[in-house]
């Protein structure tokens, strides 16, 4: 159940760190959440899971996912941090830590003891980055990190003590078997060993020189590491000597899970995947089906198993590692630079190699259009649900393309321009009058919806980013230079106006004629109130690059940035019209498009395939929602959530939708205004047809600002009468769930039966509620071919008929 690891620095400058640093603790704790790659983008670093269902995953921007169904579905919990978490450990299914910082810069430990319900930060007493934990219990555990840093707790992290490694190599794995013995690795080959639970570190002799990263033992003798150039080192002896096994590879390896002698995985660098049956003899490559690094692997058994990394990749394998299967849905990994919406539900995104993105439904699902082309596609604009136009172009200044739609984007087709220089921005104020502006002070205007574009004198041969007009006449633009032209004729002439800066000038937003935000390069952002006549500078708070801004009104105000060492996206919001920006960052990938609807629903999109979505405004959080559950009864559905803290809470609304339908306010529940207590909620909806049913719940403040739960999904059986399902998935290969229905207490037996109708199972032989129950069944030691389950129900109450039914599933490797 280990995972071991690493989380390094190396590369960057001090000043990047530093700088990201001070960001970090100025964050306010926003409500934006992922929409592409689900369950997150972020890096994962490490992974645990402590029985066959229940997992934890952890990584960049303070992310913990935890999944109770083997890995298939994960939520997302929340930490408390936007700082970077490199390991975590679990005891058991409520006590678990995750570990983390940049550098020597900062640290940060966060702790539960309610399966992730709630995460507390606790004092490390150091300021060095912290890379790996293990804990032997619910109170002993160990972290170490930068610089040879080895602290220690027995009282299950609530205050951590500093031990004396004897080095200054950085230490990326730790292992203990128990509270006496461990082993920590890293930098230069470093292996260290105690047996008396830290006291006393002694080096022990790896024979590597490079980085060994993640660590794994079975028992006091058996044990394994990795790293480096490919490296896999095993001992038979707890360490006293280390011998090296043939990997097959030179990738750096970094997590490695063990889960008895013969059986291993191990993973690293560019998707690769290493799996052994006879302790490491021979290590055979598994094919990944993705070349991003993966960091972590956990497995429980030999067959089931998950590893994480890069860019939120979640991989699951359920056949002894033989395939794997992606865990992250995403419609795109390219990287995404504009978006607009004309509605809540009708969106649009584009980004690099032509890519064309649309959603119907607020972001829930988007898919890709064809657009034709393979050039990136830098900026787009819907006057409708219709109409719309893409500008973009190569990264050199002789290629260029307008698209146009008349269809939502079924069909996009291609305008003729009259240039030759790449285009960056396009804005349309109806169905006719729109320009677009590019390299080298190009201008372009149209009258007619694109079916002929005219040049437009600029004035300049600066690189021209972003346009906005506030009616067919008035339009500014901006560059580079600190280029900002203005027209009050359409375009006829565009008149220079003094920025007082140099920087970059990426994009501009008005809200009328007069007032308008400019932002750029440097975490450049102007203001001006009369038209540019003056334009003042405010105070970002950041130095990055800033590409662009959207508000809602005069005061509301939303701008993200791109930060490239390390790879973060920030997001910054105002409220008073820029007189203060706050900082409300995910700690995602680059950032540069963001366009919102009204003041609470609002999208932010870039590298990765990124896409974010709020629908508060990205305000913080006045309800810390800690769980949201639905469980079906009979034709009920019982709804139960609770919360760890309450501002203003009017209360909740309950918002149920069938597979196909939409949501519909089904209840209020009441909340407790403002409150630092966890309180517990419920709601029962009754009298419900068979199917499947989704709820989410619309919280509401007093001030009428509100937000939206995560939506889960329960299926309605009826209960009246026994039942035995179809296994789901069949054919299987190696595990495959049954369901059943008891119409009362009943004392239960299922089997599975081979074709010869010899017993090779018994799944479940107790007494049972009434209800509906699942079993999931591994079959990986058996042959393929026809095999039978068979329910047996007898009434508890002794009276009744006895139920048995048998169906047929196919096992097919």
């Known amino acids: ?40 983008g972020n890096t994962l670093k490490s992974v645990q899971f402590i029985d066959s269902n229940v997992g934890w995953a ?22 408390g941090t936007s700082a970077p978490l490199s390991s975590v450990s679990f005891t058991d299914a409520n006590n678990g830590t995750a570990v983390g910082g940049a550098a020597d810069l900062y640290s940060i430990i966060v702790r539960t003891t309610n399966g992730g319900t709630t995460w507390t930060e606790k004092s490390s007493g150091t300021s060095s980055s912290l890379y790996s934990v293990s804990f032997t219990d619910a109170n002993n555990g160990w972290v170490v990190g930068y610089v040879g840093t080895i602290l220690r707790t027995t009282n299950g992290g609530d205050t951590w003590t500093e031990q004396l490694s004897g080095i200054l190599s950085h230490l990326c794995g730790v292992f203990f078997n128990d509270v006496n013995n461990g082993w920590a690795v890293g930098e230069n080959g470093v292996i260290l060993r105690t047996t008396n639970g830290g006291q006393i570190w002694n080096t022990q002799t790896s024979g590597a020189t490079g980085y060994l990263n993640g660590i794994s033992f079975l028992d006091l003798n058996i044990g394994t590491t990795v790293g480096q150039g490919g490296t896999i080192l095993r001992t038979t002896n707890g360490g006293q000597s280390w011998f090296s096994q043939a990997s097959g590879t030179t990738n750096e390896l970094t997590g490695v ?24 003899q021979d290590w055979i490559t598994k094919s990944s089906g993705t070349t991003e690094w993966l960091f972590g692997t956990s497995f429980t058994n030999p067959n089931n198993g998950i590893a994480v990394g890069m860019d939120g990749t979640i991989l699951r394998t359920t056949d002894e590692g033989q395939s794997w299967f992606n865990q992250t849905a995403s419609v795109t990994n390219k990287s995404l630079w504009a978006v607009t919406f004309t509605d809540a539900n009708n969106g649009w995104s584009v980004g690099y190699e032509g890519t064309i993105l649309r959603t119907t439904n607020g972001g829930d699902t988007w898919t890709e259009q064809s657009s034709g082309t393979t050039l990136l596609l830098r900026e787009v604009c819907f006057i409708d649900v219709n109409n719309g136009w893409i500008v973009g172009g190569g990264w050199n200044d002789t290629t260029q393309i307008i698209l146009a739609t008349t269809n939502g984007g079924i069909n996009w087709v291609s305008q003729s321009s009259g240039t030759t220089k790449y285009l960056n921005g396009v804005f349309f104020i109806d169905l006719n009058n729109g320009t677009a502006v590019g390299d080298s002070g190009i201008i372009l205007r149209t009258t007619n919806g694109g079916q002929s574009w005219f040049s437009q004198s600029s004035g300049t041969t600066n690189w021209l980013g972003g346009v906005y007009f506030t009616d067919a006449n008035i339009g500014t633009v901006v560059g ?159 709804l139960n959530w609770s919360t760890a803290t309450e501002l203003n809470n009017q209360g909740f609304e309950v918002q ?113 509620d009434k209800g509906y129950h699942k079993v999931e069944f591994d079959g990986s030691r058996l042959a393929s071919g026809v095999y039978f389950y068979r329910v047996q129900a007898v009434p508890s109450s002794g009276s009744g008929q006895v139920f048995v039914e048998t169906k047929k599933m196919i096992l097919l490797r």
């Not at 989380?7 to 992922?34: P, V």
């Not at 006549?533 to 791109?562: C, L």
């Not at 949501?663 to 409150?675: E, M, N, P």
């Open 257 to 280: 899970s063990f889960t008895e002698v013969n059986n291993g995985t191990v993973v690293g660098l560019g998707g690769t995947i290493l799996r052994t049956t006879n302790g490491g």
């Open 656 to 768: 149920r939708k069938t597979f196909d339908g939409e949501f519909a306010t089904v209840a209020f529940v009441k909340g407790q205004g403002t409150t630092t207590q966890q309180n517990q909620y419920s709601f029962t909806d009754k009298n419900l047809d068979e199917g499947k049913y989704f709820y989410r719940l619309k919280q509401m403040d007093y001030g009428g600002q509100y937000s939206y739960s995560q939506t889960v999904e329960v299926d309605v059986r009826m209960l009246n009468n026994y039942s035995l399902e179809q296994n789901f998935p069949n054919p299987w290969n190696p595990v495959t769930t049954i369901g059943y229905i008891l119409r009362e207490k009943s004392n239960t037996k299922l089997t599975i039966i081979n074709a010869l109708g010899e017993e090779v199972a018994i799944l479940v032989n107790e007494e049972q």
């Open 58 to 79: 952890v990584g960049e921007a303070g992310t913990i996912l935890k999944t109770t169904d083997a890995g298939a579905n994960w939520s997302q919990q929340s930490s």
């Open 480 to 638: 580079t230079g600190g280029t900002i032209l203005r027209t009050l004729d359409g375009g006829q002439n565009w008149v220079s106006q003094t920025s007082g800066t140099t920087n970059w000038l990426l994009d501009v937003y008005f809200t009328d004629a007069n007032i308008g935000t400019v932002v750029g390069e440097g975490g450049t952002i102007l203001r001006t109130t009369n038209g540019g006549q003056n334009w003042v500078s405010q105070i970002s708070g950041i130095s990055t690059w800033i590409y662009g801004v959207f508000f809602t009104d005069v005061n509301n105000g939303t701008a993200v940035a791109s930060f490239a060492m390390p790879d973060y996206g920030f997001i910054l919001r105002t409220t008073n019209g820029g007189g203060n920006w706050i900082l409300q960052s995910r700690g995602t990938h680059d950032l540069f498009g963001v366009f919102f609807t009204d003041a609470n629903n609002g999208w932010a999109v870039g590298g990765y395939g990124t896409i974010l979505h709020t629908t508060n405004g990205g305000n913080p959080v006045p309800v810390e929602l800690n769980s949201f559950t639905a469980t079906a009864t009979n034709k009920e559905i019982i």
């Open 1 to 40: 159940m280990l995972s071991s690891t690493k989380s390094r620095n190396a590369g960057k400058s001090f000043l990047q760190i530093l700088f990201f640093f001070l960001l970090i603790t100025q964050i306010s704790f926003a409500q934006w959440y992922w929409q592409n790659p689900r369950p997150t």
